[in-house]
């Protein structure tokens, strides 16, 4: 009964390949975002969804489309991977307003080579 | 965009508190958050607190708010080994969907 779950945990593939990780999350919450922690643990937010609908994109080159096929769902491709993305990739979900605290998933280490 | 500051490192020996330290910028926060980051680990929500608290106690852990100063404290008492990671402090962006702004995390070694 995982409340955010994500696949695959480990991705290694090579320079260029597109790439997806998948996120699930089973809290009826209304809002998903994915993080980016680099090398030196800094986590940055990059997308915000809220009932499907983008609503924040933090300045993340456009090789990365986040989908949301339905609430529950916030997938994440990424095209012509680069060194740069190799990082831990991790989802969160909430309740829409901030009020109550994010659940995260376990995150995704990519490694790009 | 909300700055959100913290010191990168904190030894302590077991048994001993910790206090681990966290400035933000925005004053319209309503919620503050720690989150605790284990090595090769997930983040674990530990606490939170409303802006309109000055303190929040959960078992070993203390929470002190000061809003005049945007001053943001975890202490932690009686600290174990098993509490060495990374502790981060968050605050909710009022401009970015309320997607969490974190700090740089704070090492928490402890040491028998």
């Known amino acids: 009964d995982t409340a955010v779950s994500q696949t695959p945990k480990y991705l290694v593939t090579q320079m260029g390949n597109d790439k997806s990780i998948k996120c699930e999350q089973n809290?009826?919450?209304?809002?998903m975002y994915w993080y980016k922690q680099d090398s030196k643990k800094f986590l940055k937010i990059m997308f915000s969804y809220n009932n499907k609908e983008l609503i924040i994109n933090e300045t993340v080159p456009n090789r990365f489309s986040p989908k949301s096929p339905d609430k529950a769902h916030l997938n994440l491709h990424i095209n012509s991977l680069e060194l740069g993305d190799s990082a831990v990739y991790f989802c969160?979900?909430?309740?829409?307003?901030?009020?109550?605290?994010?659940?995260f998933g376990p995150g995704t280490r990519l490694t790009v080579t | 965009g909300e700055d959100v500051e913290q010191s990168l490192f904190l030894s302590v020996r077991e048994g001993d508190s910790s206090v681990i330290n966290c400035t933000y910028t925005?004053?319209?926060?309503?919620?503050l958050y720690w989150y605790k980051q284990e090595p090769g680990a997930g983040l674990q929500l530990l606490t939170y607190i409303f802006s309109n608290m000055d303190m929040k106690q959960d078992q070993r852990l203390t929470v002190l708010l000061n809003k005049k100063d945007k001053h943001l404290s975890l202490r932690i008492a009686d600290t174990q080994t098993g509490d060495s990671a990374i502790y981060f402090c968050?605050?909710?962006?009022?401009?970015?969907?309320?997607?969490?702004?974190f700090g740089k995390g704070t090492s928490l070694l402890v040491t028998p």
């Open positions: 969160a979900s909430s309740p829409w307003g901030g009020r109550l605290e994010q659940y």
């Open positions: 968050a605050v909710p962006g009022q401009d970015s969907g309320y997607a969490l702004n």
């Open positions: 925005d004053s319209s926060s309503t919620y």
């Open positions: 809290l009826g919450h209304d809002t």
